[in-house]
């Protein structure tokens, strides 16, 4: 919702004015309101924010807050992850489809005022509909995944649909016909947005029992590392040719992004985990009820005898 606002709103407060003075004044505003709300983020993550929920959502979870925080070590965690094939190759995946995603969006408002002039509102508005379609599609992407358990597959899909969405949408830019970008970018924005929450998801499963920060994190690491690339090179290839030419330098990538998704191993650990705990739970249970009905069970000769 953030970055959805902050495709909007700037263009609203940063008109497209040739005063100098007057452009600084509203980048002054914009720069204050910003400053404003990430305060006031803060304020809410430091006193209101709980760190974690007081009971763990999933027996998974409630391993993993057995292990001692004494005997965790940052540095023994990451060397772990590095030998975790199926992570690096999901790392490497995941930094070049959102990568790419870092890239359209640093780049948007160029690529729709090169065919469509003065219509930097709009382009803000096509931003904001490529992350709203995103968050729809997260929402959707997660509640499957909660009922499938399918993650390499829903991911291997998305990645797949994001890379047909960016093809549609590089070839139909340049059409004349602003609603026809309004639909290709929203799809996109589906689909490419849609796939930050599965990839964060598909890695808890791989690296578990390790923290979740320390996996995201480096997903987030390899993400912003490749976005600075592409938007680089796009850049550079946008002057030299065209939009197109961009974005197809980036669909490349994200054709062979899918082939090295489909080489993921889909090693689910947390399931695993999670499947073993109820396990032994149904088992203990079931002990329980054997233990009680034999200690209830009444004794035959005791009751003969009483009839006697």
Same mark, same amino acid.
């Given at each position: 919702m953030?970055?959805?606002?902050?495709?909007?709103v700037?263009?609203?407060?940063v008109?497209?004015?040739?005063?100098?003075?007057?452009? @600084?004044?509203h980048?002054?505003?914009? +720069?204050y309101?910003?400053?404003?709300?990430?305060t006031f983020?803060?304020? /809410?993550v430091? #006193?209101?924010f709980?760190?974690r929920p007081?009971?763990?959502p999933?027996?998974?979870?409630?391993?993993?807050?057995?292990?001692?925080?004494e005997s965790?070590?940052?540095?023994?965690?990451? /060397?772990?992850?590095l030998?975790? %094939?199926a992570?690096?190759l /999901?790392?490497i995946t995941?930094?070049?489809n959102v990568?790419? +995603?870092?890239?359209?969006?640093?780049?948007?408002?160029?690529m729709?005022?090169e065919?469509y002039?003065g219509?930097?509102?709009?382009?803000?508005r096509?931003?904001l509909?490529i992350?709203?379609?995103g968050?729809v599609?997260?929402?959707?992407?997660?509640?499957w995944?909660?009922?499938s &358990?399918t993650?390499?597959?829903?991911?291997?899909a998305?990645?797949?649909?994001s890379?047909v969405?960016?093809?549609?949408?590089a070839?139909?830019?340049?059409l004349?016909?602003?609603?026809?970008?309004f639909?290709?970018?929203?799809?996109?924005?589906?689909?490419?947005?849609g796939?930050?929450?599965l990839g964060?998801?598909? @890695?808890?499963?791989?690296?578990y029992?390790?923290?979740?920060? !320390?996996?995201?994190g480096?997903?987030?690491?390899?993400?912003?590392?490749?976005g600075i690339? +592409?938007t #680089?090179?796009?850049g &550079?290839?946008?002057?030299?040719f065209?939009?197109?030419a961009?974005?197809?330098?980036?669909?490349? +990538? /994200?054709l062979?992004? !899918?082939f090295?998704?489909?080489? #993921? %191993?889909s090693d689910?650990r947390?399931?695993l985990?999670?499947?073993?705990?109820?396990a032994?739970? @149904?088992?203990?249970?079931?002990?329980? %009820?054997?233990?009680?009905?034999?200690?209830? %069970?009444?004794?035959?000769n005791?009751i003969?005898g009483?009839?006697?």
């Open positions: 953030g970055i959805a606002i902050g495709f909007l700037p263009p609203i407060l008109p497209n004015v040739e005063d100098l003075d007057q452009l @600084a004044a980048i002054r505003v914009m +720069f309101i910003t400053a404003g709300v990430a983020l803060f304020v /809410l430091v #006193i209101v709980q760190e007081e009971l763990p999933t027996h998974a979870q409630a391993a993993a807050r057995r292990i001692s925080p965790y070590s940052y540095t023994a965690s990451i /060397l772990r992850l030998r975790n %094939k992570f690096i /999901l790392v995941y930094g070049l990568g790419c +995603f870092y890239a359209v969006s640093t780049l948007l408002n160029r729709i005022i065919h002039p219509e930097e509102v709009n382009a803000g096509i931003g509909t992350v709203i379609a968050m599609g997260s929402l959707i992407c997660g509640i995944l909660d009922r &358990k993650y390499k597959q829903t991911t291997l998305v990645y797949l649909m890379l969405g960016l093809v549609i949408y070839f139909t830019l340049n004349g016909h602003l609603w026809v970008v639909i290709t970018a929203g799809a996109l924005g589906f689909f490419m947005t796939y930050l929450p964060f998801e598909f @890695a808890v499963e791989l690296t029992p390790e923290s979740e920060g !320390t996996s995201s480096l997903l987030n690491c390899s993400a912003q590392v490749f690339i +592409f #680089i090179c796009q &550079k290839i946008m002057d030299s065209n939009t197109l961009g974005n197809l330098f980036l669909c490349a +990538f /994200l062979i992004g !899918t090295i998704t489909a080489c #993921i %191993k689910l947390r399931q985990a999670n499947q073993q705990a109820l032994a739970a @149904a088992l203990g249970r079931s002990m329980w %009820k054997h233990h009680r009905q034999q200690h209830l %069970k009444p004794n035959s005791a003969t009483r009839i006697v």
